[in-house]
């Protein structure tokens, strides 16, 4: 069997030729002199706009993904189903309905089981389609010769067609058992990629000086998060740090760090406390007229960079990197800092381009841009001559852009910021940077964080609630709940932390991404520690008691994995087969995130898998005990394939979600 990759791009290329063929014979028919039929001409009109719409068929699936019909059974990849199901029925309603250009493809999983397994809606908005063009077609009759058009596949056991026009799909069982087969013996894959691309995420991003405070913590745990899920895929990742290290605030703390420690670049000062550092300085550039002065005068010598003021600056940076890394060491988040400053060189070049395209205009001595569609404008030059936040993201972006080659740009910061981007954005493509049809750039913004009481989180004085005090807060209630459940008594000490650790971390974590991030959300130890209803808690003891059956059963890895290649995973059970189906669902939820940035789907889809793993559980004998003794004396292998399998796919959803699941709890 030849590369499906290549025989899709062969038959595109005779299909195209076939068209030529037939556009030039078209042309010649339409010639007064011809005395061909028209009948003839109908014909080969038809001909042409069915192969045209062939073409578009297959010119998508490859711009899409490899053909997944092509895809082998045994592929260690795991298989889109819902993706394979929209190529079978996008084939069929092109075959029954060439004539329709771009036709809806509406395939789903099914909400009741007494409907199938999955359901395919285009039917209804194919009839409205043809009521737009004056035709009136029944959606039934279309479903029907849809399905009478449905090339034979691996997938598909039977179709019925109910209601109006909805189609249901019943999956073949031995295809899905086939399947988690696959799983069980090759690990979590992620599905083919058709084109390894260069990712950018631009999260966290603290300032310097200034403690990390909850308001980071959602860019930081939500880019995070994303990054894995792209790291997973297959794509190219690079983490950026994007802090403030730049600005009129470092001559303020330059001055400040001159008069309290003279000796600076002899004998490294001793601030440990940054922030009260910070107020300090503030407070005497507030009050002190002759002190602004100087923090002025100390902005344009860092700005010249003069060695000494390099020097401070370095130690100011270097206190506030030792304060943000004990943070993302809790946390578990890698990332690469290039903060305002890495940009400054390149912000001249950035405006010159601006000026030399006639895009700069002068306003009360300041420079700026008004990007296409836009009525706000960049400010490029303030009227003092320096630099702005607008000046260092455009800079930034075509860094990204030009230098990274990012195939996909994302900025994770709060939706505040958003009209702020739009206009950047705008002015990227306005210049010729990017095209979006090409290139994603997007901001993924998300709500704020609120306080029990529904208003903003604070501490009880009205400050900012500290990163750090609140993941150590976290900590201590995580150590309480254990030991409430006398989880001390059963733990040696190390498993007690890491229990510890997982849960207080985890549920922090989890909080914020089972929530959609465009919407505010409220931090409530007490919810998120809860060990019933979605929580991280929850999932974290359900995984635990997944594992241990494993352990009860005295069955180790080695004989998991052999029993994978040589068991079949049997479905006849009703529980087995929700479960079956459940597991199997992961891939098409990964493709939605990708597609939307929206992370609660997957916590979603977990905490749905571990509740279908209950009912299972509840219903089906993994293993059977001799009711006198308590001694095993059977354990159903197939059954404990489905627990692994589960087990296997909660694990890889915890990475992506940045979890950290323990073997005890």
Known sequence: MGDPLTECHSRLEQQEKEIKSLSAEIESLKNPKNLEPTARLDELREENTKLKYRLNILKRSLQESPPVSALPCDSKAMLNINQRLQHIFGGAIGAAYPELEHPPLAVTPSQQAKFGDYQCNS???????????????????????????????????????????????????????????????????????????????????????????????????????????????????????????????????????????????????????????????????????????????????????????????????????????????????????????????????????FEGKGFVELDEGRKIVFATGQSLPLTVVKSDGGYTYDTSDLAAIKNRLFDEKADIIIYVTDSGQASHFQVVFAAAQMIGWYDPKVTRVEHAGFGVVLGEDKKKFKTRSGDTVRLMDLLEEGLKRSMDKLKDKERDKVLSPEELEKAQRAVAFGCIKYADLSHNRINDYIFSFDKMLDDRGNTAAYLLYAFTRIRSIARLANIDEAALRKAAETTEVLLDHEKEWKLGKCILRFPEIL???????????????????????????????????????????????????????TAAVMAKGFDILGITPVSKM
């Open 123 to 353: 039917a209804m908005a194919m009839s409205q389609m043809f009521k737009a063009k004056g035709a009136k077609v029944n959606p039934r009759e279309i479903a029907e010769k849809v399905v009478k058009n449905l090339p034979d596949n691996e997938l598909i056991e039977k179709t019925e067609i109910a209601g109006p026009g909805f189609i249901n799909v019943h999956l073949k069982r031995s295809f899905v058992s086939q399947l988690l087969s696959n799983l069980l013996v090759n690990g979590v894959q992620p599905p083919p990629l058709p084109k390894k691309k260069r990712v950018v995420v631009d999260f966290s991003s603290p300032n310097i000086a200034k403690e990390m405070h909850v308001g980071h913590l959602r860019s930081t745990i939500i880019g995070d998060s994303m990054c894995r899920l792209f790291e997973f895929l297959g794509y190219d990742v690079l983490r950026l740090n994007h802090v403030g290290d730049w600005g009129t605030q470092f001559g303020m703390l330059i001055a400040h760090l001159q008069d309290k420690f003279p000796d600076y670049l002899m004998t490294s000062p001793p601030i440990s406390d940054l922030q009260a550092f910070y107020k300090e300085s503030k407070k005497r550039f507030d009050e002190e007229e002759d002190f602004k002065k100087r923090a002025y005068q100390c902005v344009v010598r860092l700005q010249s960079k003069e060695p000494d003021f390099i020097k401070a600056w370095n130690l100011i940076c270097d206190v506030s990197r030792k304060e943000f890394q004990r943070v993302y060491d809790c946390l578990d988040i890698k990332l690469i800092e290039r903060g305002e400053s890495y940009y400054q060189d390149m912000m001249t070049e950035v405006v010159k381009e």
């Open 591 to 645: 493709q939605k995130i990708t597609d939307d940035l929206l992370l609660h789907t997957l916590c979603d889809f977990l905490y749905e898998l571990a509740t279908t793993f209950t009912e299972f559980y509840d219903s089906c004998y993994c293993i059977e005990k001799d009711r006198k003794t308590g001694e095993v004396v059977k354990v159903n292998m197939w059954r404990m394939l489905l627990c692994e399998a």
